[in-house]
């Protein structure tokens, strides 16, 4: 089982940035494929960013390509989303996730484990 805990979410003026960072527990770490999702209020969650077991494979859904990067520490389990150029559409609660069989899937339920969430606010 992996337990995860986010962190790093936060109020920020459009064209800022935040460092998300999440801790994974356990020594399975690396059998997990990880992904970013948000939710945003009335909507519903949607993928962000994905990073492969190893971390050499990366993922991102097209509203973030260029502004948002994913990445990984298998020695220090954790997965961290650096995101730039914030908009306040990416105004959201953020959701990390580990996925034991799928590696960059889209889908919510192709994930095995959530974190609780952290919320990230962009003003305009």
């Known amino acids: 089982q992996v337990q995860l805990v986010e962190s790093g979410g936060g109020l920020v003026q459009a064209g800022g940035s935040l460092r998300l960072s999440c801790a994974a527990s356990?020594?399975?770490?690396?059998?997990?494929?990880m992904g970013w999702f948000r939710q945003a209020p009335g909507k519903e969650r949607e993928f962000v960013a994905g990073i492969s077991r190893g971390g050499t494979s990366t993922y991102y859904t097209d509203f973030v390509k260029g502004r948002f990067t994913i990445s990984r520490d298998n020695a220090k389990n954790t997965v961290s989303l650096q995101m730039n150029s914030l908009k306040p559409e990416d105004t959201a609660v953020y959701y990390c996730?580990?996925?034991?069989?799928?590696?960059?899937?889209?889908?919510?339920?192709?994930?095995?484990?959530w974190g609780q969430g952290t919320e990230v606010t962009v003003s305009s």
């Open positions: 356990g020594r399975t770490f690396s059998r997990y494929s």
């Open positions: 996730a580990a996925a034991l069989a799928y590696s960059g899937s889209y889908s919510p339920s192709d994930y095995n484990y």
